[in-house]
């Protein structure tokens, strides 16, 4: 859920009341400190919010807090005229969503900030995790908030273990049990002030007796040095924090180098400031000339490096680390195991529905999976053909345009580029096809060839829909697919026969290679690819026989895939290999693996690859690891990510995105891939970016070609210096920065191409409202 308005001001400060358990005296706390603000600064406004109230009206405690302190402003936004929890009064009502109690706070919130300085408590119902109308917990619903929290201890019998579960105290002093001393040791050797004052008096059968006792008390307490000590002490946190806010980028300035970055271009006024995380949004710094509203909420459009996937803060991905933090910390690996890598191992092989694939290889990050991926492939091939490498370099086949990360071994499996013609030790090692793209091009499909190349790869050809672009079976017969193969065939027996070059893997990004530009590349032209490069033995080995008996291991050279951008449900599959209709021998995967929250990759591989490192001398064995190999907290936080999203796509959750684009379709498997794509397989082609929408801002004049898939959407924009140094996107990225009244928008670029990236539990109604802005920007 998008928080879509800032919860911190400088004028007003914000408190939540929670409490450890119920009926441990939220509301009596709350007007102690209601009383102590009025009488502390009789100029500022004192509010009161209960968002939610259950029982009856009589008894409301924003009634209590206008009875005993009636100078505050008390308020409830929604009264359940039964005395049970939310979840269940709200039964007889219609639905209410979470969204909708967090943008009335919010709102109200912001009605206090622009009624003048003061201070507003808000008081949660219930304990700490009792549920919200809809069902969830009430922590969950008000985190993204990230108000300073006052929790009210639960001073009876058990109470020690309520609090401590609760964390942050602020309890009530019981001369029976004397929890509060425990406490205050506990919580002090943390740095979390705990204050004890005396419990209010017992109830009277004479409610006017009653009452006069009541106000006497908090009379007495509101003037408590300890109370005293607490609003003071909050009030200088509130000031803190915006000092730190506001001092956060000009620190960063001089001291963080930051990745892809030109340092000339970076100024303290250009480093966003980042105060929390919540779904799709960041809250951060507002820019000059809002100094009231001191955040804004700025939806991560490159869902932060493309590794987020299931929202900033998700409570299952949280709780999913804590738990195996506390269970295992991290343990080394090597010769050991332990649950979570596992059953990772288990579930990545078993849901790839690649039965070439049978193993897999843990490391920290994309970029060291795929140095993984090209070892373990070179080696395989070098083993088999007997490669020399003294005589010569082994190389790799690719595409132009390829991006496979930043270590030594990756850089030189791409071409020479902006990335890597700078770093001293880059070589180049291998050949690069160009090859057709698919782009929508002023409201049409089309595949287009690279210039220069249209007799070999054939012409512009324009398509119904993207369904009919994915349709390699009915697209493996067509002229263009003789074409493709006619030019992968003679340019391999050139490379190879003619000009003596010796190759070891052929690497690729499926679908869309991401960092080289997000280019879509034509699903039929890599299908062949790999068609022609496993059927080309004879080439590679120059006419040496290897036969196969095991229909799944690898022939010609090894495949990998490279899916660390585009697998995983990025592009609404499981794997992105599906759509090419072809399985590798060696796939890579990270960045959506854990779902933004900690690094994790893992590189599959099938048992004809791995046989390859089998031998009776160690240096034969794949020497490659990480101190933090398959790190239990990765693992299990994997886990439950892949969990999640298997639970999203079975259960419908994507069902109107795909309603949008139009149900998908299904085709017959190739002849080379029968025995292991048995039948019809349905590959449902949609984007979370919706059909009008890029069908609509293609005919912009400023648009060269749109694309869209899964949560993808890449626009690129007319440059005649098109590529990763153009500038012609700046324009557009500062109007998304600049946003709308309600969040604005980060973006990176990639030169002309111009990105954003949904996140696979974005809500429709924010990607339309994005879809809007960019609208106004581009037509």
């Given at each position: 859920m998008a928080s879509k308005t800032s919860s911190l001001w400088r004028a007003l400060r914000s408190y939540q009341i929670y409490g450890a358990n119920t009926d441990v005296g939220k509301t009596v706390m709350s007007t102690i400190l209601c009383k102590a603000l009025v009488s502390k600064s009789p100029s500022e406004n004192v509010w009161y919010l209960k968002p939610v109230s259950t029982g009856p009206l009589s008894e409301a405690d924003n009634r209590h807090i206008s009875q005993f302190s009636p100078e505050t402003r008390t308020h409830c936004l929604y009264q359940f005229d039964e005395a049970v929890s939310p979840h269940i009064a709200a039964r007889s009502k219609p639905p209410l969503p979470d969204s909708d109690i967090l943008q009335n706070v919010l709102q109200h919130l912001k009605s206090c900030a622009e009624a003048g300085p003061g201070v507003t408590l808000l008081e949660t119902a219930g304990g700490v995790h009792s549920p919200t109308p809809s069902g969830t917990s009430q922590a969950d619903l008000y985190r993204s908030l990230r108000l300073p929290i006052c929790l009210v201890a639960d001073h009876k019998l058990g109470g020690i273990s309520a609090s401590i579960s609760a964390f942050e105290s602020l309890h009530f002093e019981d001369s029976h049990y004397q929890n509060h001393a425990y406490l205050r040791e506990y919580f002090e050797k943390k740095d979390i002030k705990t204050i004890a004052i005396p419990a209010p008096p017992k109830r009277?059968?004479?409610?006017?007796?009653?009452?006069?006792?009541?106000?006497?008390?908090?009379?007495n307490m509101s003037k408590h040095d300890a109370v005293e000590e607490l609003l003071d002490r909050l009030t200088l946190k509130h000031e803190k924090r915006i000092e730190n806010l506001e001092d956060m980028a000009g620190r960063a300035h001089k001291q963080i180098w930051y990745p892809f970055t030109q340092h000339k271009d970076v100024s303290e006024k250009t480093i966003l400031t980042v105060d929390s995380a919540y779904g799709d949004f960041f809250q951060t710094r507002v820019r000059e000339g809002k100094e009231e509203n001191l955040l804004t909420p700025t939806f991560d459009g490159s869902a932060s490096w493309w590794t987020q996937g299931l929202g900033h803060g998700n409570p299952d991905l949280s709780l999913a680390a804590a738990y195996a933090a506390g269970r295992y910390g991290h343990v080394m690996f090597a010769g050991a195991i332990n649950e979570p890598s596992l059953l990772l191992a288990?579930?990545?092989?078993?849901?790839?529905?690649?039965?070439?694939?049978?193993?897999?290889?843990?490391?920290?990050?994309?970029?060291?999976?795929?140095?993984?991926?090209?070892?373990?492939?070179?080696?395989?091939?070098?083993?088999?053909?007997?490669?020399?490498?003294?005589?010569?370099?082994?190389?790799?086949?690719?595409?132009?345009?390829?991006?496979?990360?930043?270590?030594?071994?990756?850089m030189d499996c791409s071409e020479p580029c902006i990335y890597n013609e700078k770093v001293h030790w880059y070589q180049g090692r291998g050949y690069w096809f160009d090859f057709p793209e698919v782009k929508l091009k002023k409201g049409n499909w089309v595949v287009e060839s690279p210039a220069g190349m249209e007799a070999a790869l054939g012409s512009k050809s324009e398509y119904d829909s993207l369904n009919d672009i994915f349709d390699i079976e009915a697209r493996n017969t067509s002229s263009t697919a003789k074409l493709y193969r006619k030019y992968i065939e003679a340019t391999l027996e050139r490379l190879v026969l003619q000009e003596g070059k010796t190759f070891g893997a052929l690497i690729m990004e499926p679908v869309i290679l991401g960092a080289g530009g997000m280019h879509f590349v034509d699903p039929l032209f890599q299908h062949t690819l790999v068609s022609v490069v496993r059927e080309s033995s004879n080439i590679f080995s120059h006419g040496t026989s290897y036969p196969q008996s095991d229909p799944n291991a690898w022939t010609g050279l090894p495949v990998v895939f490279d899916e660390v951008f585009t697998g995983l449900y990025r592009l609404g599959r499981f794997s992105a290999a599906s759509f090419v209709q072809t399985h590798p021998d060696i796939s890579c995967h990270a960045k959506l693996l854990t779902g933004g929250l900690v690094p994790l990759?893992?590189?599959?591989?099938?048992?004809?690859?791995?046989?390859?490192?089998?031998?009776?001398?160690?240096?034969?064995?794949?020497?490659?690891?990480?101190?933090?190999t398959a790190h239990a907290v990765g693992c299990h936080v994997a886990n439950t990510s892949l969990n999640v999203m298997m639970d999203l796509d079975q259960s419908g959750e994507w069902q109107p995105y795909k309603d949008d684009w139009g149900v998908g379709h299904t085709f017959e498997s190739t002849q080379s891939e029968s025995k292991s794509m048995p039948g019809k397989v349905e590959i449902p082609v949609w984007s979370s970016?919706?059909?009008?929408?890029?069908?609509?801002?293609?005919?912009?004049?400023?648009?060269?070609?749109?694309?869209?898939?899964?949560?993808?959407?890449?626009?690129?924009?007319?440059?005649?210096?098109?590529?990763?140094?153009?500038s012609a996107t700046t324009g557009l990225q500062e109007r998304m920065l600049e946003g709308c009244t309600q969040f604005n928008i980060h973006s990176r670029v990639l030169g002309n191409v111009f990105y954003l990236m949904a996140s696979q539990t974005s809500k429709p109604e924010t990607l339309r409202d994005i879809e809007k802005l960019l609208s106004e920007a581009l037509l």
């Amino acid at each position: 859920m998008a928080s879509k308005t800032s919860s911190l001001w400088r004028a007003l400060r914000s408190y939540q009341i929670y409490g450890a358990n119920t009926d441990v005296g939220k509301t009596v706390m709350s007007t102690i400190l209601c009383k102590a603000l009025v009488s502390k600064s009789p100029s500022e406004n004192v509010w009161y919010l209960k968002p939610v109230s259950t029982g009856p009206l009589s008894e409301a405690d924003n009634r209590h807090i206008s009875q005993f302190s009636p100078e505050t402003r008390t308020h409830c936004l929604y009264q359940f005229d039964e005395a049970v929890s939310p979840h269940i009064a709200a039964r007889s009502k219609p639905p209410l969503p979470d969204s909708d109690i967090l943008q009335n706070v919010l709102q109200h919130l912001k009605s206090c900030a622009e009624a003048g300085p003061g201070v507003t408590l808000l008081e949660t119902a219930g304990g700490v995790h009792s549920p919200t109308p809809s069902g969830t917990s009430q922590a969950d619903l008000y985190r993204s908030l990230r108000l300073p929290i006052c929790l009210v201890a639960d001073h009876k019998l058990g109470g020690i273990s309520a609090s401590i579960s609760a964390f942050e105290s602020l309890h009530f002093e019981d001369s029976h049990y004397q929890n509060h001393a425990y406490l205050r040791e506990y919580f002090e050797k943390k740095d979390i002030k705990t204050i004890a004052i005396p419990a209010p008096p017992k109830r009277n059968n004479n409610d006017s007796e009653d009452f006069e006792m009541m106000a006497e008390y908090y009379k007495n307490m509101s003037k408590h040095d300890a109370v005293e000590e607490l609003l003071d002490r909050l009030t200088l946190k509130h000031e803190k924090r915006i000092e730190n806010l506001e001092d956060m980028a000009g620190r960063a300035h001089k001291q963080i180098w930051y990745p892809f970055t030109q340092h000339k271009d970076v100024s303290e006024k250009t480093i966003l400031t980042v105060d929390s995380a919540y779904g799709d949004f960041f809250q951060t710094r507002v820019r000059e000339g809002k100094e009231e509203n001191l955040l804004t909420p700025t939806f991560d459009g490159s869902a932060s490096w493309w590794t987020q996937g299931l929202g900033h803060g998700n409570p299952d991905l949280s709780l999913a680390a804590a738990y195996a933090a506390g269970r295992y910390g991290h343990v080394m690996f090597a010769g050991a195991i332990n649950e979570p890598s596992l059953l990772l191992a288990e579930s990545l092989l078993g849901n790839m529905h690649n039965p070439r694939l049978q193993k897999v290889f843990y490391s920290d990050n994309g970029s060291t999976g795929m140095e993984v991926a090209a070892k373990m492939a070179l080696a395989a091939s070098s083993q088999r053909y007997k490669y020399n490498v003294a005589k010569g370099e082994v190389g790799i086949l690719g595409l132009k345009g390829s991006y496979h990360g930043d270590t030594i071994g990756t850089m030189d499996c791409s071409e020479p580029c902006i990335y890597n013609e700078k770093v001293h030790w880059y070589q180049g090692r291998g050949y690069w096809f160009d090859f057709p793209e698919v782009k929508l091009k002023k409201g049409n499909w089309v595949v287009e060839s690279p210039a220069g190349m249209e007799a070999a790869l054939g012409s512009k050809s324009e398509y119904d829909s993207l369904n009919d672009i994915f349709d390699i079976e009915a697209r493996n017969t067509s002229s263009t697919a003789k074409l493709y193969r006619k030019y992968i065939e003679a340019t391999l027996e050139r490379l190879v026969l003619q000009e003596g070059k010796t190759f070891g893997a052929l690497i690729m990004e499926p679908v869309i290679l991401g960092a080289g530009g997000m280019h879509f590349v034509d699903p039929l032209f890599q299908h062949t690819l790999v068609s022609v490069v496993r059927e080309s033995s004879n080439i590679f080995s120059h006419g040496t026989s290897y036969p196969q008996s095991d229909p799944n291991a690898w022939t010609g050279l090894p495949v990998v895939f490279d899916e660390v951008f585009t697998g995983l449900y990025r592009l609404g599959r499981f794997s992105a290999a599906s759509f090419v209709q072809t399985h590798p021998d060696i796939s890579c995967h990270a960045k959506l693996l854990t779902g933004g929250l900690v690094p994790l990759c893992t590189t599959l591989a099938s048992d004809s690859i791995y046989d390859a490192f089998l031998s009776s001398d160690k240096r034969d064995a794949l020497l490659h690891g990480h101190s933090y190999t398959a790190h239990a907290v990765g693992c299990h936080v994997a886990n439950t990510s892949l969990n999640v999203m298997m639970d999203l796509d079975q259960s419908g959750e994507w069902q109107p995105y795909k309603d949008d684009w139009g149900v998908g379709h299904t085709f017959e498997s190739t002849q080379s891939e029968s025995k292991s794509m048995p039948g019809k397989v349905e590959i449902p082609v949609w984007s979370s970016w919706s059909k009008d929408f890029i069908h609509k801002i293609s005919m912009s004049k400023d648009v060269d070609s749109v694309i869209a898939l899964g949560s993808v959407l890449a626009i690129a924009l007319h440059d005649e210096h098109a590529g990763y140094t153009s500038s012609a996107t700046t324009g557009l990225q500062e109007r998304m920065l600049e946003g709308c009244t309600q969040f604005n928008i980060h973006s990176r670029v990639l030169g002309n191409v111009f990105y954003l990236m949904a996140s696979q539990t974005s809500k429709p109604e924010t990607l339309r409202d994005i879809e809007k802005l960019l609208s106004e920007a581009l037509l």
